[in-house]
């Protein structure tokens, strides 16, 4: 009924040997001496624990502020054709993104099943950065590529996240010039940290006020080390810790953020994983089109709420004694107090939907089903336009 299968991490050891793997990223001293554990991403090493406990930072993302190593690999876009070329492979009109403003953009294959979703930064009117999930996205690029004036590439860049309700304050201390203007949400800019230039922008996995960063290593004066203790002595005074992404974890479940490859996968549209409004059918084409034009397929993700047990990862969703779906995340949510889930479905349901959850225990437990995101609908949070800082568990508000 339950899953068995395990949760795989790798941890850094001190000594010689076979290692050809994955990329540890810039920060990997800091994380090393943190007693971090990894998963691998994108072949990047992402700490997924680091000392402080989960639900403590927890806590102090909704709080404080948490500092994030997350990793995630930017993809870079340029040349005369590069708005043609995002309008071929992305679902949304690209041509809407200004410069100095990001977009969430998905990729399709040609059958309108998902490849990959990610953020869209456009630096310049021929300049855009694609910050990926993890997917072969880089190949995909070069193949779409062809015929077009447009040159794809890796700047290498490393990106991490201060996310929480002091994030936009340690921003502000962080940058030598202060925060940008108009620094709004998805907006993108460029600043000096004691001199060194790198770029921010107002985004995040958290569903929490926050900004990423990202390494430019190719600049003059470029040092990881430096960067990364300018962000920690920033945030010092507004409680600044650095967490493990399971702390994120619990977080993005709450805010119905989804995870390509196992919320969604390449046996979905994005009608089916509930990111139809990403889909711009106005667009004379783009890879997928043809098959999204005259998809009906419904969403069949949605949220899951427990309240006497931590839904288990892979774990069956059952109606009436019947399994409708599985569990592609789920944890333990110290606000809503309460075991929480995203679940992929046979097919649409309404919300409140009473069901039964296979719970780490390895029994069904009682639950019901509600729409993403579990509470603040309107993302009031992450846009600023609410302050919501809990101070412990409460009966949240739609």
């Not at 998805?186 to 929490?208: D, H, I, K, P």
Request: glycine residues 12%; charged residues 20%; negative net charge.
């Amino acid at each position: 009924m339950t899953s068995t299968k395990p949760r795989f991490v790798v941890t850094a050891n001190n000594e010689g040997g076979w290692d050809y793997g994955a990329d540890p990223g810039p920060y990997s001293k800091f994380h090393v001496a943190n007693g971090a554990k990894y998963c691998i991403y994108n072949n990047r090493l992402m700490p997924v624990t680091q000392k402080i406990s989960r639900i403590d930072g927890y806590w102090l993302l909704r709080q404080k502020a948490g500092l994030f190593d997350t990793g995630e690999r930017p993809i870079e876009i340029s040349g005369p054709d590069a708005e043609k070329f995002c309008n071929r492979v992305f679902t949304r009109d690209v041509s809407k993104i200004e410069p100095g403003r990001a977009g969430y953009g998905l990729l399709c294959y040609p059958n309108g099943k998902l490849l990959c979703d990610g953020v869209l930064l456009r630096h310049e009117q021929n300049l855009f950065w694609y910050v990926q999930a993890e997917g072969p996205v880089y190949s995909w690029f070069i193949a779409h590529a062809q015929g077009l004036d447009v040159r794809i590439s890796d700047p290498n860049s490393w990106i991490s996240q201060v996310q929480g309700p002091a994030s936009l304050k340690i921003l502000d201390a962080l940058l030598d010039d202060g925060i940008p203007e108009k620094f709004t949400y998805y907006a993108v800019a460029r600043g000096t940290v004691n001199g060194q230039n790198v770029l921010v922008s107002r985004t995040g996995w958290t569903n929490e006020l926050g900004f990423e960063f990202y390494t430019l290593p190719h600049e003059p004066g470029y040092d990881a080390d430096a960067l990364w203790n300018a962000v920690l002595a920033a945030g010092k005074p507004f409680g600044l810790q650095a967490c493990g992404l399971d702390s994120m974890e619990i977080r993005r479940i709450e805010g119905g953020i989804l995870n390509n490859g196992s919320d969604f996968d390449d046996t979905m549209t994005p009608y089916e994983a509930g990111l139809g409004r990403f889909i711009d059918l106005s667009k004379t084409d783009f890879v997928g089109r043809a098959a999204l034009a005259v998809s009906k397929a419904e969403a069949r993700l949605m949220g899951l709420v427990a309240k006497g047990a931590e839904p288990c990862r892979e774990g069956e969703v059952h109606l009436d004694g019947r399994n409708i779906g599985i569990v592609t995340a789920g944890a333990f949510s110290p606000f809503l107090n309460a075991g929480i889930a995203i679940v992929r479905l046979d097919k649409a349901y309404g919300e409140g939907t009473s069901v039964e959850v296979s719970g780490r225990d390895g029994k069904l437990h009682p639950a019901a089903l509600s729409c993403l995101p579990l509470y603040d609908m309107e993302k009031a949070i992450p846009r600023g336009i609410a302050e919501q800082i809990p101070s412990g568990p409460a009966a949240a508000k739609r």
